[in-house]
């Protein structure tokens, strides 16, 4: 389990591209690896990974899975690239953000970037299939970070998420332009409480589920619109 909090800033020193694997040396901050073995997790980007070998005090290598590499960024980094990065947390660790499983979900691309003083703000593009788990004020992770949702619009598929310069220091999020591809997990709470709801509609509505989906969607809404209250409540 990882809290959210990312640790630092990691570069990809080489990489290794095998049939349905690839293998990455990753370079940390001062201090990232001090008590790290081999076996040990480590989120990179957001995505699980198990160390495979420790290279002197600084660095550490790791394998990458073709499914891992499918639904992850990981597929499109290269050398010199760099990566948030978090070790997992220990038993009884604060959580300052939310707690993360590593289980990337999708990949969404950073559709815009707006630069309020002091602030930096990120709008998303998200696949519509998953927007129903976005809210606003609710969690999200990006690379491995949890953040805030701000803004969520259902019917053009974005959110927008609002950093403090604290966050662009300890983060890739700075680097980050337009197109650029981000793993995405989403809050394991929020998913199963819309998925149930959902479910329990569907069961009892039956085939009016359709006409009731185009009539919400008729007045700009959705199912998941539905379940917000229900979801503030719990």
């Given at each position: 389990m990882f809290t959210g909090i990312v640790q630092g800033v990691a570069r990809i020193e080489s990489l290794i591209d095998r049939t349905g694997l690839r293998s990455l040396v990753?370079?940390?901050?001062?201090?990232?690896?001090?008590?790290l073995e081999i076996g040990a997790s480590v989120a990179?980007?957001?995505?699980?990974l198990t160390v495979t070998q420790l290279l002197g005090t600084d660095g550490a290598a790791f394998d990458v899975m073709q499914q891992s590499l499918s639904l992850t960024n990981l597929a499109d980094l290269g050398v010199g690239d760099a990566v948030n990065v978090e070790r997992a947390a220990r038993d009884g660790a604060?959580?300052?953000?939310?707690?993360?499983s590593g289980h990337v979900d999708f990949v969404a691309h950073l559709e815009s970037v707006r630069q309020p003083e002091n602030n930096h703000v990120m709008r998303i593009a998200v696949p519509a299939r998953w927007m129903r788990y976005i809210f606003a004020k609710g969690y999200i992770a990006i690379n491995g970070a949890s953040l805030t949702v701000a803004e969520a619009d259902r019917q053009a598929n974005w959110f927008e998420v609002w950093?403090?310069?604290?966050?662009?220091?300890?983060?890739?999020?700075?680097?980050?332009?337009?197109?650029?591809?981000?793993?995405?997990?989403?809050?394991?709470?929020?998913?199963?409480?819309?998925?149930?709801?959902r479910d329990a509609?569907?069961?009892?509505?039956?085939?009016?589920?359709?006409?009731?989906?185009?009539?919400?969607?008729?007045?700009?809404?959705d199912l998941a619109q539905l379940t917000e209250p229900l979801r503030n409540k719990a």
């Open positions: 990753l370079r940390f901050p001062a201090g990232f690896c001090e008590g990179c980007d957001g995505v699980c604060e959580i300052g953000g939310h707690p993360l950093l403090i310069p604290e966050t662009l220091r300890m983060t890739t999020f700075g680097e980050k332009r337009m197109g650029a591809a981000l793993n995405i997990e989403i809050e394991r709470q929020t998913q199963v409480f819309v998925d149930t709801v509609i569907d069961e009892r509505l039956g085939p009016l589920l359709p006409a009731l989906e185009q009539l919400l969607q008729s007045q700009g809404k």
